[in-house]
């Protein structure tokens, strides 16, 4: 045998050489067929429909009562204390979380550790029980005073007339924001490359503008996302401010409902809808806060969703149009 | 040796950069191990040598961006970082240092540009933040540079929006800005795709004919032996040996040097 086996089985596997395969002319692939997945839309469309039809059709939801509270004055001035708490502490929370956040970050082992442990215990606590510690305060300590440390004091405050529920709210929620940020924007200022650091030292360039300028509109592009998830987060922990006795949103849809028993529901539904609205106006702010952080991070801007729309509707009709055809 | 020829032994004007024994270490690894080097006024020195080597290391002590443990640098007969007291070296104050560096350019490998400014403002921002110049009087001078290393037409651009080659020379254009003495370049080229390699090259070559001090980095052995004055060659965080280039390049004294040579070229 001249030849070596292995080429006599390579020779018999291949196709006969008389009959060359047919040639594919150039067309379009017929897409798969998912039938599942029109089963599950299917499915979860008549779910959603009857959800909404009930929300609409249910008497227990007194929708009647619902329009009638809305916008009542009670509610708006409650809607006016949540916005104001959650507006001071968004942005004391942001502020001490910056200074924390770069405490972190020092060489000096003691404003770590300082930072860490109060990351570590406001994180603990939960909110309603530093408001109400808040809320005592001024039995704990009866005066508070400006001074040298166990020294002599310059000023002094009587403590009760300083600390308005208000004020006490606007704290506690701060000091916990703080916590939470502090994380946000560390993790914020650690993203940014070390290569920015360096060359915007070996530019000479002064190390407070380096943060303001170079490192921090950098970082804020990670922070925004993560912010805006606490902010969100804030809104929503506001409602517990009523137990300062703090009348706010939820606190006077509370103290309605205790007056009106039979108006609990719509009373409820007010609440949902308003915090629902605030949510949704943080939501489009964020976007476009993004979006302006995004300059440079990408070679272009992510679309507005005008322009996201308008593309999604040409690209259905240009599909549907391709099924049509097939 | 070559170096004794290049002392500047009558020399009366200070050099534009003298490394001065410097050791430098990270725990127990030496990077540098007792390194002098005298860079003068307008002279163009390229600085080779394999990966690991020290090179890069001695580069960023000169803008002290590394901290020498023993030794010191002048630029200009300014002392870098340090002050002298008494018998003893005194660190300066973080604020001295960044003015100190402020007048020595530094070119990155990666670039290294603030990617959310623009161009233009990426070129002005140094010499506005170190209150050398008003606003305007900046960006007429970025524009300036900008159209120096042929961008003038890319100045609202963002630097992601460059290529390579561009984002380089927006960041040679950035160092000019401060009109340092001396430009420092870390392997300009190395992250650049080979096309675009000629383009930043020709940027630093007419910058070396206009008589700027530059101590440069870099594998382009072609490039050294065309534009510097010097080329000095080091490993193991020592100079192996200095001279011009057709000395260095050409014949080689030392076996290390002509190893390195023949693997590069």
Known sequence: ???????????????????????????????????????????????AVQFVHGLATNPFYQWDRFGYWFLRPTILDGLLITLEVAAYSAVLGLLGGILLALARLSKSPVLRAVSWTYVWALRSIPLIVVLLFLYNFSALYRTLSVGVPFGPAFFSFDESKLATDMVVAVIGLSLNEAAYAAEVVRGGILSVDQGQHEAASALGLPKSYQFRRIVFPQALRSITPNYVNQLIGLIKST??????????LFGSAQTMGSTYPGDIVPLLLVVTVWYLILTSVVSVIQFYVERYYARGATRSLPPTPIQRLRTGLTDLRARIRREAAV | MSTKTLEPSTDITPAAVEVHDVHKWYGANRVLDGVDLTVRPGEVTVILGPSGSGKSTLLRVINHLEKPEIGYVSVNGERIGVKRQGERLKELSERAILAQRSRIGFVFQNFNLFPHLTVLDNV??????????????????????????????????????????QQQRVAIARALALRPGVILFDEPTSALDPELVGEVLAVIKDLATSGTTLVIVTHEIGFAREVADRVVFIDGGKIVEQGPPHEVLGKPQHERTRDFLSKVL
């Open chain 1, 1 to 47: 045998m001249s030849e070596p086996p292995g080429a006599a089985v390579s020779l018999a596997e291949a196709p006969p050489a008389d009959e060359p395969p047919k040639p594919l002319t150039a067309q379009r692939v017929l897409p798969l067929r998912r039938p599942w997945r029109w089963i599950a839309t299917a499915v979860v469309l008549v779910l």
């Open chain 2, 124 to 165: 002005a921002a140094a010499p506005v933040a170190t209150g050398r110049l008003a606003k305007p009087e900046a960006l007429e001078l970025a524009r300036e540079l900008l159209g120096r290393v042929g961008l003038g037409e890319k100045t609202g651009a963002y630097p992601r929006q460059l290529s390579g080659g």
């Open chain 1, 239 to 248: 409602s517990l401010v009523f137990y300062v006795s703090l009348l706010d």
